[in-house]
């Protein structure tokens, strides 16, 4: 079981969200924490499509969610919003499963003309999932470096927006690790 959970809702292959998602992924590493990624790849498309809540691939994702302190999710803008298959894997998920649970909300998109579909899509299906959004990132294509996974925000701005994010996220877990301690 790990710490944090990278959910990536890009169908791409070589997904600019996700290496995104994946280097904040790894600057919360570097900090002690231990971090996996659980992409809607991992799925048989009949699970998603037949929502089949009962598939052993979708239980075991719920469970491993259901046990991380936190989340960072990605996902492209596609038509204004994230991925329609993301949100089909969100709709087999448990009720509330986000609950108590720092998210980072990334997204990446062509332009910056949809940047704020983070607000107005993903930070509502997140708390619908009773999880405790950060104002994420949103980052343009332009400013992604898809061969340069250690160092892949190309922007001056948007490379510091991404870390101190990160460092939001890893302030959340803490803080709520020193809750459950002194409860
Ligand atoms: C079907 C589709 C719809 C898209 N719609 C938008 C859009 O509405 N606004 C936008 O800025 N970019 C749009 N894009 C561009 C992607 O959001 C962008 O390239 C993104 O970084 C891809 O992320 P990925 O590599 O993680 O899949 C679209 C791309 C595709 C394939």
């Given at each position: 079981m790990s710490d944090i959970i990278i959910l990536s809702g890009s169908p791409s292959r070589k997904s600019r969200s996700l290496l995104a998602a994946a280097y904040a992924g790894e600057l919360v590493k570097q900090q002690g924490f231990t971090a996996d990624v659980i992409s809607i790849?991992?799925?048989?498309p009949e699970d998603l499509v037949y929502a089949r809540f009962d598939s052993p691939a979708i239980v075991v994702a719920g469970k491993t969610i259901e046990n991380a302190k936190a989340l960072i999710i990605a996902s492209p803008v596609y038509k204004a919003s994230y991925t329609g298959v993301l949100k089909a894997l969100l709709d087999v998920l448990p009720q509330g499963i986000f609950t108590n649970k720092p998210v980072l909300p990334i997204m990446t998109g062509g332009s910056p003309a949809h940047l704020l579909a983070i607000d107005y899509a993903l930070k509502p299906l997140i708390a619908n999932l009773k999880g405790e959004s950060l104002q994420g990132v949103y980052i343009c294509d332009q400013h992604i470096l898809k061969d340069n996974p250690t160092e892949p925000i190309a922007e001056e701005d948007t490379a510091a927006r991404l870390k101190a994010q990160t460092n939001h996220l890893i302030e959340a877990i803490r803080r709520n690790d020193t809750v459950s301690l002194v409860k």
């Open positions: 790849t991992d799925f048989k």
